[in-house]
Every structure is written in C-alpha cells, then in structure tokens.
C-alpha cells in the first residue's frame, strides 16, 4: 500500500503557474505508475495526466495539453504536475493517484487504487 500527499495548490490569477506535488510513502514508489485527476463542483472527477513507472511515458487530457507537464522523481518518492497558462476552468480540486497493476498507464479512474486527499486550485479571471 502507498500513501499519498499533495501540496502546492492554491489561488491563482488566470494566466499564472502552479506546481503541485505528491509525496508518496510507503511501498516502492516506482513500482506504481501515477496519475493526476481533478474534480469540479458539481462535475465528475476526471484524468488530467498520467506518468508511466520509468517515467518513459506520458498521457494528458486534451484540455490540458501543452500547459501542463507531469513528471516524477522516482528518489524523492514525488510526482509533480507543472500547471502553465492556467484558465478559470482549471479551477478544481486537484487529486494525484497511483496505479499498482503493471499495465502501463491508464486514463480511467478505476485503474488506480490509491488516492491523495486532494489540494484545491482556484483561477480567477
């Protein structure tokens, strides 16, 4: 089992950067490929980015896609999601999670078996 940590979120002026970060502890953290979703009020949680173990590859939603850069520090035991050019609808709580199942990287919520409690990112316009 692994346990995961967020931080970094924040308020934010649309147009501006955050970098949130995951901090896992417990089993090998290398031994899980990790994703970040995000959750809307009122709205269902859905895939922002994923990593692969090795950090070889990566997978963004598309409403993200070149503002945001997932990487991962397999020593520190960090995933992190670089968030540039931020938008008012990027305004969520934001969840990193982690996929044990060795099957590369999945966009689907269910693949992941654990969860951060989440850090909240506001976008004013």
């Known amino acids: 089992q692994v346990q995961l940590v967020e931080s970094g979120g924040g308020l934010v002026q649309a147009g501006g950067s955050l970098r949130l970060s995951c901090a896992a502890s417990?089993?090998?953290?290398?031994?899980?490929?990790m994703g970040w979703f995000r959750q809307a009020p009122g709205k269902e949680r859905e895939f922002v980015a994923a990593?692969?173990?090795?950090?070889?590859?990566?997978y963004y939603a598309d409403s993200v896609k070149g503002r945001f850069t997932i990487s991962r520090d397999n020593a520190k035991n960090t995933v992190y999601l670089q968030m540039n050019s931020l938008r008012p609808e990027d305004t969520a709580v934001y969840y990193c999670a982690a996929d044990p199942r060795r099957l590369g990287i999945s966009l689907g919520s269910g693949s992941y078996y654990y969860w951060g409690q989440g850090t909240q990112v506001t976008v004013s316009s």
């Open positions: 990593i692969s173990r090795s950090a070889g590859t990566t």
């Open positions: 417990g089993r090998t953290f290398s031994d899980y490929a």
